[in-house]
């Protein structure tokens, strides 16, 4: 059986996954709250393709009906916010390990939330967001009710489409 250095392991991976942008673990009762509340989880520099987006549980999440849907904003050229992705299910005492996904494909589809954790039940559809040359972000929009406790860390998984694109945690 061969085996591979690390380095070939990790570049095999982002060939095959995409690239891995991680944002630090955010406290859920700082970044989701209720009344529509905006925050930019990644920047986006030129155009890319996303593969997988999501937000995995560290510390068990309050017994609220928080709900979320993930966005895309351009700054360069101005383009308002468009949904990526239709609202979830409530928040509610997700369990460490479970996750926040995006679906991908039709802009309808909502978030998934696992029913397990440690085990995402989705291959998502890959989108395409940003323009060659342009500067934007891929961030969360939550409402409904606002989160006590909890942490969360998100993960966007990207191919670059255009000349110097990259994707960066905002977080």
Same mark, same amino acid.
């Given at each position: 059986?061969?085996?591979?250095?690390?380095?070939?392991? @990790?570049?095999?991976?982002?060939?095959?996954?995409?690239?891995? #942008?991680?944002?630090?673990?955010?406290? @859920?009762?700082?970044? &989701?709250?209720?009344?529509?509340?905006?925050?930019?989880?990644?920047?986006? *520099?030129?155009? #890319?393709?996303?593969?997988?987006? &999501?937000?995995?549980?560290?510390?068990?999440?309050?017994?609220?009906?928080?709900? #979320?849907? *993930?966005?895309?904003?351009?700054?360069?050229?101005?383009?308002?916010?468009?949904?990526?992705?239709?609202?979830?299910?409530?928040?509610?005492?997700?369990?460490?390990?479970?996750?926040?996904?995006? #679906?991908? +494909?039709?802009?309808?589809?909502?978030?998934?939330?696992?029913?397990?954790? +440690?085990?995402?039940?989705?291959?998502?559809?890959?989108?395409?967001?940003?323009?060659?040359? +342009?500067?934007?972000?891929?961030?969360?929009?939550?409402?409904? @009710?606002?989160?006590?406790?909890?942490?969360?860390? &998100?993960?966007? &998984?990207?191919?670059?489409?255009?000349? +110097? @694109?990259?994707?960066?945690?905002?977080?």
């Amino acid at each position: 059986m061969a085996n591979y250095n690390p380095s070939t392991i @990790a570049r095999i991976g982002d060939l095959v996954n995409g690239i891995q #942008v991680d944002t630090s673990t955010v406290a @859920a009762a700082s970044y &989701f709250l209720t009344g529509n509340t905006q925050t930019e989880l990644f920047n986006v *520099y030129g155009r #890319v393709r996303i593969h997988s987006l &999501f937000g995995e549980v560290t510390v068990v999440l309050s017994d609220h009906a928080c709900v #979320v849907y *993930y966005n895309f904003t351009s700054t360069d050229p101005v383009i308002a916010v468009q949904p990526i992705s239709a609202a979830s299910a409530t928040l509610a005492k997700l369990a460490v390990g479970e996750r926040i996904s995006w #679906v991908g +494909g039709a802009v309808a589809t909502a978030v998934v939330l696992t029913a397990t954790p +440690g085990i995402s039940d989705i291959n998502p559809a890959p989108q395409i967001v940003g323009t060659a040359g +342009g500067t934007g972000s891929i961030g969360m929009l939550t409402a409904t @009710a606002s989160l006590t406790s909890g942490n969360v860390k &998100f993960s966007c &998984f990207y191919t670059p489409m255009s000349d +110097g @694109a990259y994707v960066t945690a905002a977080l």
